[in-house]
Each structure stands twice: as structure tokens, then as C-alpha cells.
Antibody
């Protein structure tokens, strides 16, 4: 079935950095695209970023472009999100989510496995 | 960016009712439309992908239809565990975007 477990959330001051991790198990991590999705308190879902199965392509939401970087280490079955220059509006639960496809010709754009989420609070 | 508009934003229904939620894209997205269910404090759950394909393990009372700009999620015979918030999401182009959500509440 597969599982994703996020970590690295916490309270951080505006302008500072935070690095999230997402550990995968129970599926062949290196063959699937993985996304970050966030949800601000009491709000809807917002897609953040995706990385192709092999790391060859990365796409970002406009709201975080230039500040956040998605990466992966297939040897460790782990996804990362480096978040720099954090703002109050980045406060949210951050989920990693597995795509049904790998990217490119196998693109699906549907997230079939989600982590439990990690909370990021940006506050002075 | 493609804007996704869901309606209604909330609906009150009873167990056994048929519930229909609509999602409209600001431009054509073919069948690149996904539906999720989210319960409070939980991660979303994939229900439907490619507009009408039922995700494995999802009850058959859930169905999706539509193509282009107009899509529908239908729940036939609403069950107690179906009270939740439902989101549509377009997978046609980046950035991926979600609808604002539809909360299905108990009447």
C-alpha cells in the first residue's frame, strides 16, 4: 500500500529557513513523482511543488517560487522541501503526496498516498 | 493559471440522499480532473482520477463525470462516513490547482 511520513515542521520566525523531509516506505519510491501540498489553518488545499521520479523535472507554485526547493534522494527513499525566506502566509500543514505516475509520459497528477502532515508555523 | 470553481460550497443532506458536487475549470482541461475527500484533521483521500476513474478501494457509490470545463462528483445513497469536505483538482497543467472545497454536512 505504501506510507509517507513527514518531519521537520516547527515554529520559525519570518525570514528564516526550514527543511522538511518525507520518508517513503512500502512502494518503489524511485518510480513515482512526489508532491508537496499545504493547507493553511481553516483553508483549502494548495499545491506547492512536484518532482519527477528521477528528479529531472521540478515545478513550483507561483507563491513559493524562488524561495522553496524540492529535491529527493532515491537511495534514501526520501523527499525534501527546503523553505527559505519564510513568510507568515507560509503557515500551514505540509503534506507530501505520491503521484499515481512517475512524470513525463506516465504523468497522472493524482495523489494516491498522503502523509499525515507536518505543521509549519511562521511567527515572530 | 487555471482556476477551479466548486459549487455549492456546502450542502446539507441526509443519509441515503444523492449528492452532486460540480467543479468548473476556467479553461479546458480534457479529463485531467481529480476528486478528493478530506475529513477534519486528516489527510485527503483520493476518490476519482481522470475525471471518472474510481480509485481502488473507493466504494462504487462515488462516481465522477465530465470533460473539458465542467465536471461532477456524485455520491449515491450518502452514508454516515461520507460527511466530509470534497475537493476537485486539475492535473492538466502547472501549477496544479484545487477548487475551494464543498462541505457535505448532516441535515
Amino acid at each position: 500500500q505504501g506510507q509517507l511520513v513527514e518531519s521537520g515542521g516547527g515554529v520559525v520566525q519570518p525570514g528564516r529557513s526550514l527543511n522538511l523531509s518525507c520518508a517513503a516506505s512500502g512502494f518503489t519510491f524511485s518510480t513515482y513523482g512526489i508532491h508537496w501540498v499545504r493547507q493553511a489553518p481553516g483553508k483549502g488545499l494548495e499545491w506547492v511543488a512536484v518532482i519527477w521520479y528521477d528528479g529531472s523535472h521540478k515545478y513550483y507554485a507561483d507563491s513559493i517560487k524562488g524561495r522553496f526547493t524540492i529535491s529527493r534522494d532515491n537511495s534514501k527513499n526520501t523527499l525534501y522541501l527546503q523553505m527559505n525566506s519564510l513568510r507568515d502566509e507560509d503557515t500551514a500543514v505540509y503534506y507530501c503526496a505520491k503521484d499515481r505516475g512517475g512524470g513525463g509520459g506516465s504523468w497522472q497528477g493524482a495523489f494516491d498516498i498522503w502523509g499525515q502532515g507536518t505543521i509549519v508555523t511562521v511567527s515572530s | 493559471d487555471i482556476q477551479m470553481t466548486q459549487s455549492p460550497s456546502s450542502v446539507s443532506a441526509s443519509v441515503g440522499d444523492r449528492v452532486t458536487i460540480t467543479c468548473r475549470a476556467s479553461q479546458g482541461i480534457s479529463s485531467w480532473l481529480v476528486w478528493y475527500q478530506q475529513k477534519p484533521g486528516k489527510a485527503p483521500k483520493l476518490l476519482i482520477y481522470a475525471a471518472s476513474s474510481l480509485q481502488s478501494g473507493v466504494p462504487s457509490r462515488f462516481s465522477g463525470s465530465g470533460s473539458g470545463t465542467d465536471f461532477t462528483l456524485t455520491i449515491t445513497s450518502l452514508q454516515p462516513e461520507d460527511f466530509a469536505t470534497y475537493y476537485c483538482q486539475q492535473a492538466n497543467s502547472f501549477p496544479l490547482t484545487f477548487g475551494g472545497g464543498t462541505k457535505v454536512e448532516i441535515k
